[in-house]
T-cell receptor, first 116, second 113 residues
Framework: GAVVSQHPSRVICKSGTSVKIECRSL??????MFWYRQFPKQSLMLMAT?????????EQGVEKDKFLINHASLTLSTLTVTSAHPEDSSFYIC????????????FGEGSRLTVL | GNSVTQMEGPVTLSEEAFLTINCTYT??????LFWYVQYPGEGLQLLLK?????DKGSNKGFEATYRKETTSFHLEKGSVQVSDSAVYFC????????????FGAGTRLFVKA
């Protein structure tokens, strides 16, 4: 199946700094990517839909100035957690859809962020 | 809005036992339904799907039938293996939700040898 890769898989940063997570579709073009946040022992919470060449669409309650999303090409979306705080520590997962609105979702391996 | 409810875990079974993980959904449209699996240390991957009523999705011995009348998509396997230990997520996607995929809370399965 298609491959979606995230980087870094783990990152530890100090409070107040910004962290960028990359999501790449390695063998297909993705006009739409999705960013999820997963809390321990809980489900995936959709944060935003990343659209190539346009602004991301954020879910209710997600701060767009806090979680900056850029989808500059058909194979790369980035999530930047700005001025990170300990409560931002979480597992962030991206996914990309192959083949239109009803196509299969492929997930990255996830990125664990720890803010000290 | 759309939502997915699945049984809480963890579920602990002995090898070769029968597995059922219940999943029900609420959707304003006519959704596609999915089961995703997350093995330890790995990302989510699609296990099976069904796109219309009475469809049965199946893969790796797992199966689930799209029941519109009961708005359910229960996951079953006749004989589980230790290697099936993972977290299983029920999910849906439909046009009225902008084709965003909404996940249930996940059910952790432990299979003992």
């Amino acid at each position: 199946g298609a491959v979606v890769s995230q980087h870094p898989s783990r990152v530890i940063c100090k409070s107040g700094t910004s962290v960028k997570i990359e999501c790449r579709s390695l063998d297909f073009q993705a006009t739409t990517m999705f960013w999820y946040r997963q809390f321990p022992k809980q489900s995936l919470m959709l944060m935003a839909t990343s659209n190539e060449g346009s602004k991301a669409t954020y879910e209710q309650g997600v701060e767009k100035d806090k979680f900056l999303i850029n989808h500059a090409s058909l194979t790369l979306s980035t999530l930047t957690v700005t001025s990170a705080h300990p409560e931002d520590s979480s597992f962030y997962i991206c996914s990309a859809r192959q083949g239109g609105n009803t196509g299969e979702l492929f997930f990255g391996e996830g990125s664990r962020l720890t803010v000290l | 809005g759309n939502s997915v409810t699945q049984m809480e875990g963890p579920v602990t079974l002995s090898e070769e036992a029968f597995l059922t993980i219940n999943c029900t959904y609420t959707a304003t449209g006519y959704p596609s339904l999915f089961w995703y699996v997350q093995y330890p240390g790995e990302g989510l991957q699609l296990l099976l799907k069904a796109t219309k009523a009475d469809d049965k999705g199946s893969n790796k011995g797992f199966e689930a039938t799209y029941r519109k009348e009961t708005t359910s998509f229960h996951l079953e396997k006749g004989s589980v293996q230790v290697s099936d230990s993972a977290v299983y997520f029920c999910a849906l996607s439909d046009e009225t939700g902008g084709f965003k995929t909404i996940f249930g809370a996940g059910t952790r399965l432990f299979v003992k040898a």
